[in-house]
Each structure stands twice: as C-alpha cells, then as structure tokens.
C-alpha cells in the first residue's frame, strides 16, 4: 500500500475539521442504522464520513481485521462536493488516496 491507512483516515479527519464540517454530536441511532449506501437517506456525506466510514475503518485496522479492498468512495465525494463553496480539493484528495491505498488502483481525479 502506498500510504498507511490510519494516517489518510487522521487526513479526511483533519479536513473535515478544516472546512469546520466535523460534529461534536453524533446523530441518531436510527440515522446511523440506515441501509441506504454512504446513508444518503439520513446523513449529509461530511457526517458518513464522520460517523460510519473513519470509525469503521479505525476499528478493522484497530483489530488488525483486513480492510476492504473494492472501496470507491471518492466518485461520491466529487459528487456531494460540486456544488458547495468550500474548497473541498484537500479532502477529496485525501479521499482519493485511501480509495487508492485500499484498492490498489489508481483513482481518475476530475480536472
């Protein structure tokens, strides 16, 4: 792998907490229970990131479980972020690069 997972995990934290997108409460039990992909249906995608993919991840590496290798969630950040005024360029990269350390492949980042 190219970079170490925990530390792209700590990236996508700290851009979340730079673009002041990073909560001090976590949602609901149901909203965290949904079944929808990425919860599309009960959370903001800053929040999924937040509160189910960068504590999911930490608790596979945290157990030495093996983590994922068919993730590809940068095409949904580019897509949850295109509209937005915030310069997210710092947190998509980070995104890309943990689809790429899990994968193996190298993600196609938009111009």
């Known amino acids: 792998m190219s970079a170490e997972p925990r530390a792209l995990l700590y990236a996508i934290e ?3 907490k730079v673009l002041s997108w990073w909560e001090s409460s976590p949602p609901s039990a149901e909203a965290l229970a949904s079944t929808e992909p990425f919860c599309l249906d009960t959370l903001s995608f800053p929040q999924w990131l937040q ?7 930490q608790a596979l590496i945290d157990a030495g479980s093996p983590l994922p290798t068919r993730i590809s969630i940068y095409p949904m950040a580019t897509e949850s972020f295109r509209q937005l005024a915030e310069d997210t360029r710092a947190l998509e ?4 690069r943990l689809d790429e350390a899990l994968s193996g492949q190298p993600v196609s980042r938009e111009p």
């Open 14 to 16: 700290r851009e979340l």
């Open 51 to 57: 509160f189910v993919l960068i504590p999911r991840m």
């Open 93 to 96: 990269e980070a995104i890309a």
